[in-house]
């Protein structure tokens, strides 16, 4: 069985959920819960924006388009979505970063990602 790593947030308070629609997380729970399993650490919970999706899709993993097969309706800008932290990292190094939701960022995160930066991109 797969053990959850705590969920703690990177402000170090409980990890609030990211999205229920779409259901988000690498447990599909909604939280950007992470484990040892979890090899791209999926703890960045941002908003989509139109820019990062393009960059995303761009770089090889299309977020937009709509995966039926996999129950996945594709993401549009606004939604909220348990982002890859190295993936997140490197768009902000890009400039086309996603805004984050510091409270349902997993502290993992901190692992890839520096506070500072999470901070800088925090949606108001």
């Not at 999706?53 to 939604?79: C, H, M, W």
């Not at 902000?92 to 520096?114: K, Q």
Request: aromatic share 8%; glycine share 8%; net charge negative.
């Amino acid at each position: 069985m797969v053990e959850m790593d705590a969920s703690i947030n990177v402000l170090g308070g409980a990890l609030q959920p990211c999205s229920l629609d779409p259901m988000t997380g690498f447990f599909r729970d909604g939280a950007c819960n992470t484990c040892s399993e979890d090899q791209g650490s999926h703890t960045v919970c941002a908003q989509m924006t139109a820019e990062f999706l393009a960059y995303s899709k761009y770089v090889g993993n299309d977020l937009s388009t709509p995966r039926p097969e996999f129950g996945f309706a594709g993401l549009k800008p606004g939604d909220l979505w348990c982002l890859c932290a190295a993936r997140f990292l490197q768009a902000h190094e890009e400039g086309c970063a996603p805004w984050v939701n510091l409270e349902a960022t997993h502290h993992r995160a901190l692992d890839i990602v520096p506070l500072s930066v999470l901070q800088e991109m925090a949606a108001s």
